[in-house]
């Protein structure tokens, strides 16, 4: 069955240094998003793509974060200078028109 | 966007039908339910999806009230591997955000 793939699963990072986390997603997919989930919290979106250019995005997705489909099969999610708090649970998820969103296993990114 | 209403958490015997409640009283007419869960913090995982009539899959079963105003889902034998949280989330399948609750914990014992 077709699956959405992150790397890494765990990234440890120093404050103030820059993360990209990077997911493939399923190969017909057309929409993309990215969705973090602090631990013991809700899942919150962050940021929806499509057709090269973001859609949609929340209070949360600032100047420190971006998104990149580079090659057509890769989906990143930067961040510029990682603060303390977002320290998280990143998902990456796709979707083709009109169906079920498929969601990766996550990357757990720990800042200190 | 519609909000939901789900117990915290729920307990379940090994074996036994799972029945999960959600309130979205105020779902619009192009809003699906959606349910998705997520084992120990792994991905949210789809289930089910329903408009107005009754679905069923491999996974799950899904009832939709006639008003629309509320469903359960339903795992007919649940096993060890169904400890999770569940999430009931409308939403209108078309190509935008997922807004999540906290859902049920359910705990399958043994």
């Known amino acids: 069955e077709p699956e959405v793939t992150q790397t890494p699963s765990h990234q440890v990072t120093q404050m103030g240094q820059e993360v990209i986390l990077r997911c493939v997603p399923i190969?017909?997919?057309?929409?993309f998003y990215w969705y973090r989930q602090i631990l013991g919290q809700k899942v919150e979106f962050l940021v929806s793509?499509?057709?090269?250019?973001?859609?949609?995005k929340s209070e949360i997705f600032d100047d420190q974060f971006s998104v990149e489909r580079p090659d057509g099969s890769n989906f990143t999610l930067k961040i510029r200078s990682t603060k303390l708090e977002d320290s998280a649970m990143y998902f990456c998820?796709?979707?083709?028109?009109?169906?079920?969103?498929?969601f990766g296993q996550g990357t757990r990114l720990t800042v200190v | 966007d519609a909000k939901t209403t789900q117990p915290t958490s729920m307990d379940c015997a090994e074996g036994r039908a799972a029945n999960l409640p959600c309130n979205h009283s105020?779902?619009?007419?192009?809003?699906?339910v959606y349910w998705y869960r997520q084992i120990h913090s792994q991905g949210p995982q789809y289930i089910i999806h329903?408009?107005?009539?009754?679905e069923t899959n491999e996974m799950a079963s899904l009832i939709i009230t006639e008003d629309r105003k509320s469903s359960t889902l339903i795992l007919p034998h649940a096993t060890l591997r169904d400890t999770a949280v569940y999430y009931c989330?409308?939403?209108?399948?078309?190509?935008?955000?997922?807004?999540w609750g906290l859902g049920t914990s359910l705990a399958v014992n043994p």
């Open positions: 998820a796709s979707q083709s028109d009109g169906t079920e969103a498929f």
């Open positions: 190969s017909n997919h057309l929409y």
């Open positions: 793509f499509y057709n090269n250019e973001i859609s949609e």
């Open positions: 105020t779902i619009s007419g192009n809003e699906y």
């Open positions: 329903g408009l107005k009539n009754n």
């Open positions: 989330l409308p939403y209108a399948g078309n190509n935008r955000k997922l807004i």
